[in-house]
């Protein structure tokens, strides 16, 4: 089986080789196929948008993905978040000596694919090669740009008590699904990662709701409760969740319980929450329903006078439980 080498990453004849007879073979496009150390790409009037993120999740491979999509999806969501339209991403590749090709080849094909169906080309890049036991396999950055269009008003500054919070779908998925993996746990076939491009529902969401709809984020690492506290404290709101309206696999439950892990703590790969008016919370959920992505989408909580910055939990049995920011990780390098 061929492998990478440190040869491949020394900018000499086996470099070009990988770079032509592999990344060119998957992300081909008149601007990436250039070969210069960045890219020239046109621009429309309005706001730009631009993320960043890296991937080190592992294993690389896991139900329903692996760190390829994680890689494309990923930064397209963040993109998505912020209402813009992807356009472009950068592909920055740390390989480790001895990696099979194989491998990378599996990886690449899915960026390919991923990137084809988000609408988006890869347009440069960079690969490292580093020696064996200083990465794990492979790890990938990119960055990625978007058109922000003119009607789209999304921040913590728009939150106003009273507004609906939306979450897509069920939760833990993704986290589940690579810790199975991990450990070699036989779970149920139906829990896989929930990893999927989430920008033609955001824009379909904007382009009917406009400024009825206030925030979007995808709840990633740290998973639901985090990144409502990451909201709350930023718009120096309240936020009162009802645990019965937050959805769960039964399996993915299951397994939280016999691991003890938090299916609120546990991120998610493929979900977006939003924060509408009220008016207009059950016609998201409806057109969010007609998406596959969206498909499980129901609301479960509220922006709420008093309790600043805090996150409240009303629990089954009637009590309040207050939410905080991830400390410990429960489940590490799930993306």
């Known amino acids: 089986m061929e492998r990478i080498r440190l040869v491949h990453g020394n900018g000499g004849k086996f470099s070009h080789e990988l770079v032509d007879k592999y990344i060119v073979k998957y992300f081909s496009n008149p601007i990436l ?5 960045g890219a020239v790409f046109p621009v429309t009037n309005g706001r730009m948008a631009m993320s960043t993120d890296s991937y080190v999740v592992t294993p690389h491979i896991f139900p329903g993905g692996n760190i390829g999509k994680l890689a494309v999806c990923g930064t397209v969501n963040d993109l998505a978040m912020m209402g813009a339209i992807p356009q472009y991403l950068s592909c920055g590749l740390i390989l480790e000596e001895g990696l099979p090709i194989p491998t ?8 390919s694919d ?3 169906q988000a609408g988006v080309s890869i347009i440069t890049g960079d690969t490292k090669v580093v020696e064996k036991g200083s990465v794990d396999g492979i ?3 990119t960055a990625g740009v978007g058109i922000v269009p003119d009607y789209v008003q999304l921040g913590t500054p728009y939150i106003e008590s009273g507004m609906k919070v939306i979450v897509s779908g069920t939760l833990g998925d993704h986290a589940i699904a690579v810790m199975g993996t991990r450990y070699g746990l ?3 076939d139906t829990i896989q990662t929930d990893c999927a491009p989430l920008h033609t529902m955001s824009h379909a969401l904007l382009e009917t709701f406009g400024k009825n709809i206030a925030f979007f984020r995808d ?3 740290g998973g639901l409760a985090t990144t409502l506290q990451e909201i709350a404290n930023s718009a120096q709101k309240g936020i009162r969740l009802q645990e019965s309206a937050i959805p769960v696999r039964e399996e993915v439950q299951a397994v939280c319980q016999v691991l003890g892990y938090d299916p609120l703590y546990l991120a998610n790969e493929g979900k977006m929450i939003a924060i509408v008016r009220a ?3 059950d016609d998201v959920v409806q057109m969010m329903r007609t998406f596959t992505e969206g498909c499980d989408a129901v609301i479960i909580g509220d922006i709420v006078n008093g309790n600043a910055g805090k996150v409240g939990l009303q629990t089954a049995v009637g009590g309040i439980r207050l939410l905080d920011m991830l400390g410990e990780d429960q489940v590490p390098r799930i993306c």
């Open 219 to 221: 709840p990633t690492r």
């Open 279 to 281: 008016d207009v919370a």
């Open 33 to 37: 196929n250039e070969l210069h150390d």
């Open 186 to 188: 036989d779970l149920p």
């Open 104 to 111: 990378l080849e599996v990886v690449l094909q899915t960026m």
């Open 114 to 116: 991923m990137a084809q």
């Open 139 to 141: 790890y990938i950055n």
